[in-house]
């Protein structure tokens, strides 16, 4: 079967990558850059098709609950938001961790704080892969850099979420959410069926479980010993999860003497200033995670040793730039570049920091 291969946005592309892989429910509320998704949704009439619910519920935390009772019977449900929004969600997705119920959240950035702007940030590194909410968890945290991976991270995300019991992020910005560009749509999966729901996710509140005793979801436990129990079981699972599902991409790091570190939209700008720098003679590469949580940090440890100084290239005013120090352990210099208010730099201005900061 030859591949179907469409022009899209990348809003859109996590609309129809979200039917294909067998998404059993969608809950959202508008707001810019990321409302091509609710409204691509509504214009695919999905229910009609594949059975899956397409709702836009009155606020943004209604939405979050609404998919914290969607996960608690197994099923497949997505939301997303921006910036603001998914502040509002923060709580639900605290519910979400302590309860380890799997969904995907979508989170494509704007400026901020407060209202900010409508235009493209990476400031939320801090909201989403910190945890964001209240207690001590984590979310698994994937960062496309293409309007493909905004289609494929759909299916990775629910499949790592169901694997772990975790909610995962999709964290793009708005550069990533509204540029069209080619993708290769997934192939269609069907919804799982109730019997197959109680297979897979035994754990889940179906009414149907074997023994016909109840499953009870909740993140609530009043006993100081019990809750420190649940804790150290999530932090054993984050470990299990920090050692199998690091994902990075490295692009001429061999014999780079200078290393870009860079994720979304800005890992493909700080591409071109690699090749920018270059053919003049500057030996850069570029290191890029996917999964900002898990985090690469042995990777960048290792090329603390090989290269002269690292550059965290960031849409924000410096919030990976902490973690990629933490990695390297003051054995190199790290510096931070980046642009606020929705302005996204140019390769230029990228090689003249780098010449700046480091030459």
Not at 101 to 110: A, D, E, G, Q, T
Not at 163 to 185: H, S
Not at 332 to 354: N, Q, T
Request: aromatic fraction near 6%.
């Amino acid at each position: 079967m030859a591949e179907e291969v469409v022009l899209m946005k990348g809003n859109e592309a996590i609309a129809h990558a979200a039917i294909r892989c067998g998404t059993d429910g969608y809950f959202g509320y508008p707001i810019t850059p990321q409302s091509e998704i609710l409204e691509t949704l509504t214009e695919l009439k999905p229910w009609e098709t594949t059975g899956m619910v397409v709702l836009q519920a009155e606020s943004e935390i209604a939405a979050i609950n609404m998919v914290y009772g969607g996960a608690g019977s197994g099923k497949k449900v997505l939301t997303s938001s921006s910036s603001p929004g998914i502040s509002l969600k923060q709580e639900g997705i605290s519910y979400l961790a302590g309860s380890e119920l799997p969904c995907v959240i979508v989170n494509v950035m704007r400026g901020g704080p407060g209202l900010g702007t409508i235009q493209p940030s990476q400031a939320d590194y801090f909201q989403t892969v910190k945890g964001g909410g209240h207690g001590d968890y984590r979310l698994i945290a994937l960062a496309p850099a293409s309007v493909q991976e905004m289609a494929d991270f759909v299916s990775l995300g629910f499949e790592l979420a169901f694997k772990y019991r975790n909610p995962a992020i999709i964290l793009a910005d708005g550069v990533i959410g509204q540029m069209m560009e080619k993708v290769v749509l997934p192939p269609m999966q069907p919804r799982l069926t109730d019997a197959e729901v109680i297979e897979k996710c035994p754990w889940a509140t179906t009414g149907k479980t074997k023994d016909r005793k109840p499953n009870i979801i909740t993140s609530l436990e009043l006993q100081p010993d019990a809750m420190e129990r649940n804790n150290l079981r999530f932090q054993a699972k984050y470990k299990v999860i920090e050692e199998n599902e690091v994902r990075y991409e490295e692009i001429d790091c061999e014999d780079a003497d200078y290393l870009i570190v860079a994720f979304g939209s800005m890992a493909r700008i700080g591409q071109k200033a690699m090749e920018q720098a270059r053919e003049e003679g500057i030996k850069v590469g570029i290191l890029r995670p996917i999964t900002l949580w898990p985090f690469p940090t042995k990777i960048i440890a290792e090329y603390a040793g090989k290269v002269k100084g690292m550059l965290s290239l960031e849409l924000n005013a410096g919030q990976m730039v902490e973690d990629v120090r933490l990695a390297v352990n003051g054995k190199v210099k790290v510096e931070h570049f980046g642009r606020l208010g929705g302005i996204v730099p140019d390769p230029d201005e990228v090689v003249s920091a780098l010449k700046t900061l480091f030459i």
